[in-house]
């Protein structure tokens, strides 16, 4: 494949994975902080504080299982290129 691109591929799967962990983290954050049948026009305070909350929470998470991955996706890398000078 071309480097060009194969660099807007991975670009635009980028772009869909954050918009689709955008709808999942606010789909999430108004389930738990907002009551299913609103009261005023406006957020409460409660409600406010909950979403701030909830989406620091699922952000550092999202990091987290990130950074966690491409750890685990470097230490396969090193292990099949450990197998594969074993085998050669």
């Known amino acids: 494949?071309?480097?060009?691109?194969?660099?807007?591929?991975?670009?635009?799967l980028e772009v869909e994975m954050m918009a689709?962990?955008?709808?999942?983290?606010?789909n999430a954050c108004?389930?738990?902080c907002v009551p299913p049948h609103y009261k005023e026009a406006e957020l409460t305070k409660g409600e406010s504080v909950c979403l701030d909350r909830c989406v620091?929470?699922?952000?550092?998470?999202?990091e987290r299982l990130g950074r966690k991955l491409t750890e685990l996706s470097v230490q396969d890398e090193?292990?099949?290129?450990?197998?594969?000078l074993g085998s050669g």
């Open 78 to 84: 090193e292990t099949m290129r450990k197998a594969s």
């Open 56 to 62: 620091a929470k699922y952000l550092d998470l999202h």
């Open 1 to 12: 494949m071309d480097p060009v691109k194969a660099q807007q591929l991975a670009a635009e």
């Open 20 to 26: 689709d962990m955008y709808n999942r983290m606010t």
């Open 30 to 32: 108004h389930r738990k």
